[in-house]
């Protein structure tokens, strides 16, 4: 495969992986260690700001056939030198980050003022961004402008006993997303309080390759405050949002009126009217057409230890009968071939031991078939933080 971008991905990559082999395809997919991915498309195809699960998008510069460090630190000063010459003029804002390669911090900085020195020399003013940690931060890169026309992040990623180069083209927005997160004007931690940047891979887990479109309308049965529907209409889908509570619809709503002056300040044109309505998920006659499914589901009652026996399997059983009955309801509502991403819930124990829906065993008969991914274990595909006890399993089904 001839790369030509490396994607940078997020504290689990193997959902990175998932997400970015939805809507580009297994076969320009190559993963490079374990916390990137190669691609064979260029930077300009990858739609960057939709991605929930990549943190950096870098274009590709060449690969160094050893991962000795002398070897490394020689072939990335020869590159970054080069690689000035594309930059606009003015000071250059130099960064690096290592991913896989082992260096010590005195090891990087001092390669960092190496090619600095060979910058000057070569007649360039430059500014050293220091690290901290191997890598930079995406608050690094965002507020030091390492990913602009002056930016020069290079990016070193070890790929067997090569080492991958690229240069960072795109970093997660982190601002936008604590905005558009903070400032909406109705949130109710009560019912969970969704990131949209897991928000956003949800939505691309459940649309694959479907083109974001206003008659692409992306279904959530369990909307809450509109996290998952923002994301979409951001995105360019439609949005068809539903809840069991009157309170939630409500709050969906003025928040998607809020996202309206939101999207305007960064000139983005939303799809049309959002549908909204009060349903209960697991009987609801969903009246408007969809063609994708995403979703937060229940995720039971909040925990802040882990629970007796009992106790666990009565949580569990509730939200088994309740998702149950809506993927019932929704297998008798929609054509063969209908996909759908479903955060549902899972409980990780102290020891890291993973308690499963038990219905995920038995989804065929529920009339859907599990996606499989080549770059991720169905294991791998459950979103939680350490400590945290209430997880959510990504659940990528296609209705039969």
Partial sequence: MQYKTLCILGRQPAIGRAELESLYGADVLEAAGDTAVACALPAA????????????????????????????????????????????????????????????????????????????????????????????????????????????????????????????????????????????????????????????????????????????????PFCGTGVVLQEALLMGYGAYGTDLEPRMIDYSRQNLEWLTTYAARGQTSLPPNPLLEVGDATTHQWTHPFAIVACETYLGRPLSSWPAADKLQDIVGTCNVILERFLQNLAAQTRPGTRACLAVPAWVSPSGRVQHLPLLDRLHSLGYNRVSFTGAEPADMVYYRPGQIVARELLVIIRK
């Fill in 45 to 220: 195809d990858i739609d960057f700001p939709r991605l929930g699960s990549t943190i950096k998008l870098g274009e590709y510069l060449g690969d160094i056939p050893n991962a000795d460090w002398r070897t490394v630190q020689r072939e990335l000063i020869s590159l970054a030198v080069r690689r000035a010459q594309d930059l606009d003029e003015g000071k250059i804002q130099l960064g690096l980050s290592v991913y896989g390669l082992r260096v010590s911090k005195g090891q990087l900085t001092a390669a960092g003022l190496e090619a600095k020195k060979a910058l000057r020399a070569a007649g360039y003013s430059v500014r050293l961004v220091p690290n901290q940690e191997p890598a930079l931060s995406s608050a690094q890169v965002l507020h030091n402008h390492l990913a602009g026309e002056r930016g020069l992040e290079l990016l070193l990623v070890q790929h067997g006993n090569h080492v991958l180069v690229a240069r960072t083209v795109a970093v997660q927005d982190i601002t936008a997303y604590a905005r558009r997160d903070q400032g909406r004007p109705k949130r109710d931690a009560r019912v969970g309080m969704l990131p949209p940047k897991l928000a956003q891979t949800i939505v691309n887990l459940g649309a694959g390759r479907q083109t974001p479109a206003p008659d692409a309308v992306v279904l959530d």
